[in-house]
């Protein structure tokens, strides 16, 4: 899978995602771009957008997008906050629906 990592997510979580194509919003570019652009770009080149923003899913119309959703539910978004997070993680990216948000926390 191609997954895309959001700009607030530590890029050392891409060394735990063993298995799959990592890129950063920073690496892909993308630094800085509003959601809904930053959506339309990673649809046409990635499978999955991993990300810690829980307001995405209300604030962009998910739906229109081809492109499965997995926001981060931990304390912080710090690395020891969301390595626990690796095992369910890994098992969502391959079952993520495109067009929708998934939730992933303990």
Same mark, same amino acid.
Do not use: Y
């Given at each position: 899978?191609?997954?895309? *990592?959001? /700009?607030?997510?530590?890029?050392?979580?891409?060394?735990? +995602?063993?298995?799959?194509?990592?890129?950063?919003?920073? =690496?892909?570019?993308?630094?800085?771009?509003?959601?809904? /652009? +930053? +959506?339309?770009? #990673? =649809? #046409?080149? $990635?499978?999955? $957008? !991993?990300?810690?923003?829980?307001?995405?899913? $209300?604030?962009?119309?998910?739906?229109? $997008? &081809?492109? #499965?959703?997995? !926001?981060? =539910? #931990?304390? &912080?978004?710090? *690395? =020891?906050? *969301?390595?626990?997070?690796? @095992?369910? *993680? +890994?098992? &969502?990216?391959?079952?993520?629906?495109? %067009?929708? !948000? %998934? @939730?992933?926390?303990?």
């Amino acid at each position: 899978m191609r997954i895309l *990592l959001d /700009e607030c997510i530590d890029r050392r979580i891409a060394r735990d +995602l063993e298995g799959h194509e990592i890129i950063t919003v920073p =690496q892909a570019g993308w630094a800085g771009i509003k959601n809904g /652009e +930053l +959506l339309t770009r #990673a =649809q #046409a080149q $990635f499978d999955v $957008f !991993v990300t810690v923003d829980r307001n995405l899913a $209300f604030q962009q119309n998910i739906p229109q $997008f &081809t492109i #499965a959703v997995i !926001v981060l =539910q #931990a304390p &912080t978004n710090r *690395l =020891q906050d *969301l390595r626990p997070l690796i @095992p369910k *993680l +890994l098992q &969502t990216i391959r079952t993520a629906p495109k %067009s929708a !948000v %998934s @939730p992933v926390s303990l």
